[in-house]
């Protein structure tokens, strides 16, 4: 009991002190340091005073043993001498040194078991910390058998419901689309419309609630993990990059270092210019150690990783809301050359009306509410519509 709480207590001190590392610039400029300083005072004591607690009782151990075996003995010469003064019952020397053997031979196995049990504890209270993540089977899983299945970017959703399990959040309600292979979609909605839910499914880190979801008419269950990964590209929304050199973050997840390659998707994604600036050019170290880029150099080089992969199903989740318009422009003509022939799924709050999409989705709590074509969606003066408007008016004024 005693030890797993204190395995407790060093968890908790750890996260915050890791907590206080990564947050350290809005711990500044929120001038937190105090308070941070007294919750890891506070984490430490809780340590402390746990892991003092439990060293006390060891300390003690010990000790009382010894005291008892030296008591033992002594009682032992101290009767045995009795009996022998007194002659009673025939006890000579060699019985008293006999039985002081016996009890100095007794006195190992003895410590043994309590010195064993407490071991015993301690472990146990470890393995019960690991085995919870041990034991964690994957939610989803996937075929034994690796298919090796060549996607054409055919993607089916029937009836798809999902639940977030944690918070109980309806996040995707009943929804029905199709989207043929070489498509260019555009998903729109407000923040918190399900969109991001909606890719996570389609990359499935998440399995369906209910509904069902196919690939090329092979129902998703069917496909290895690996298999249907390896078919799409990804950017996601928080563009999280490695420390790492530039060109090792762009060539993320390919076999070999291609550095034409990379320049050229780096050009694509309009972040060239900005890399070949710096003193170490493509090999500069991006986090800790490195450069810390702005936020729209980020996505962009988070856009270039995700071109270098070449794959059917391209997915791009509101990568391009921390560049400018203009920058945003010229990206947007340049994946439009690229993405020819792929299925793309591009996530935005705003809408490009200069990329040709096949279909433009529009979700709203969850649910599907129009789907079509960008003059479609004008005609029908809709949700669309009305989002439409709004950017332009606000164009208007920039
Ligand atoms: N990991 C999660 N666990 C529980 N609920 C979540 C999780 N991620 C999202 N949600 C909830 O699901 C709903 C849809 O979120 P989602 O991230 O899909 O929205 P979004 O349309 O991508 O929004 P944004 O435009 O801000 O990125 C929200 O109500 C959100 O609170
Ligand atoms: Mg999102």
């Not at 610039?25 to 607690?53: C, D, L, N, P, W």
């Not at 039985?99 to 064993?116: E, R």
């Not at 269950?221 to 999280?240: A, C, T």
Request: hydrophobic fraction near 40%; aromatic fraction near 8%; proline fraction near 2%.
């Amino acid at each position: 009991k005693k030890s797993e709480a204190v395995q407790a207590a060093l968890g908790q001190l750890t996260s915050t002190a890791q907590q206080s590392y990564s947050g350290i610039r809005v711990i500044k400029s929120f001038v937190q340091e105090g308070a941070m300083y007294t919750a890891f005072e506070k984490a430490s004591e809780r340590y402390r005073s746990g892991a003092t607690g439990l060293a006390k009782v060891e300390a003690m151990y010990f000790p009382s043993m010894t005291l008892l075996i030296g008591l033992s003995t002594l009682l032992t010469i101290m009767i045995g001498g009795i009996y022998y003064i007194q002659g009673n019952k025939g006890i000579g020397v060699d019985t008293i040194v006999e039985f002081v053997i016996y009890i100095n031979m007794l006195t190992f196995p003895v410590s043994a078991i309590g010195w064993t049990a407490s071991m015993i504890q301690r472990a146990s209270a470890s393995q019960k910390r690991l085995n919870e993540f041990l034991q964690t089977t994957p939610a989803i899983s996937s075929p034994a058998a690796d298919n090796n299945l060549a996607l054409t970017g055919d993607i089916k959703l029937e009836n798809v419901s999902f639940t977030y399990e944690h918070t109980g959040i309806e996040a995707i309600k009943n929804l029905n689309l199709h989207i043929r292979s070489g498509e260019r979609i555009a998903v729109v909605g407000k923040t918190g419309s399900g969109k991001t839910t909606l890719i996570q499914l389609i990359l499935r880190l998440y399995d369906v609630t209910k509904g069902k979801m196919a690939f090329d008419d092979h129902s998703i269950e069917k496909i290895s993990l690996s298999n249907l990964r390896e078919q799409m590209s990804y950017v996601p929304q928080d563009g999280f990059l490695f420390s790492d050199s530039i060109s090792a973050n762009i060539a993320f997840g390919t076999k070999w270092m291609d550095q034409e390659r990379v320049e050229e998707m780096a050009k694509l994604a309009v972040i060239h210019k900005d890399i070949v600036a710096f003193p170490q050019g493509y090999e500069t170290e991006i986090g800790e150690r490195g450069v810390t880029l702005s936020g729209g150099q980020k996505q962009r080089i988070s856009i270039a990783r995700g071109l270098m992969k070449q794959a059917p199903i391209m997915i791009f989740d509101d990568c391009l809301s921390a560049v400018d318009a203009r920058t945003e422009k010229e990206i947007i003509t340049n994946l439009s050359g690229y993405l020819h022939n792929k299925t793309s799924i591009f996530v935005t709050h705003r809408v490009f009306n200069l990329f040709q999409f096949d279909k433009i989705i529009v979700m709203e709590d969850g649910e599907m509410k129009e789907q079509g074509t960008h003059e479609e969606l004008m005609k029908k003066r809709g949700i669309y519509f009305s989002m439409y408007q709004r950017q332009l008016q606000e164009e208007q004024v920039l």
